[in-house]
């Protein structure tokens, strides 16, 4: 198991996903994931990802791509965009689907027990371990963000 922060790119790589950032999209589209010959990885597959957006943002977005490629190859075609909700063209209850295992991706149960267990038992302080935003950190704590 890797340290957090967890690292996406290596993780897409692996599975044979190419990432690219794009810095010409507006804000509210967050990212796709694209069958792409040229700019696809192994799989076939590429991920384009929101180049101007928090890098936090980035990441989370990252590991939504990824969960559509593990979690819905079949559903995806040709390709799929998500937009700053992670709403596509699949159904709200794939993308909170996608979303679940993206924060299993990013906040890995053993590794939050792990924090927790130095001590680092703030969501400002483990959403900053975990390289991700004090929301999703809230979410994934189960506990209420304001
Ligand atoms: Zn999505």
């Known amino acids: 198991m890797s340290d ?3 690292q996406t790119v290596p993780l897409a790589t ?3 996903l190419k990432v690219w950032h ?3 999209w507006p ?3 967050s ?8 700019k696809g990885g192994t799989s076939g ?18 590991a939504h791509e990824i969960a559509h490629f593990v979690l819905h190859e079949n559903m995806i075609g040709d390709g799929i965009t998500d937009d700053a909700l992670y709403r596509s063209k699949l159904t709200g209850g794939i993308e909170a689907q996608a979303n679940r295992y993206a924060a299993g991706i990013l906040m890995p ?19 900053e371990r975990f390289q991700v935003s004090k929301s999703s950190m809230s979410i994934r704590m189960g506990v209420p963000y304001e």
């Open 14 to 16: 692996e599975l044979g």
């Open 31 to 38: 990212g796709m994931i694209l069958k792409n010959k040229d």
């Open 45 to 62: 597959y590429a991920i384009f990802v929101n180049g101007t957006h928090h890098v936090n943002r980035r990441r989370f977005t990252t």
């Open 27 to 29: 804000s509210h589209i």
């Open 22 to 24: 794009t810095t010409s």
């Open 4 to 6: 957090a922060p967890i």
């Open 109 to 127: 149960i053993t590794l939050i027990n792990q924090a927790l267990s130095e001590g680092i038992n703030t969501i400002e302080a483990l959403a």
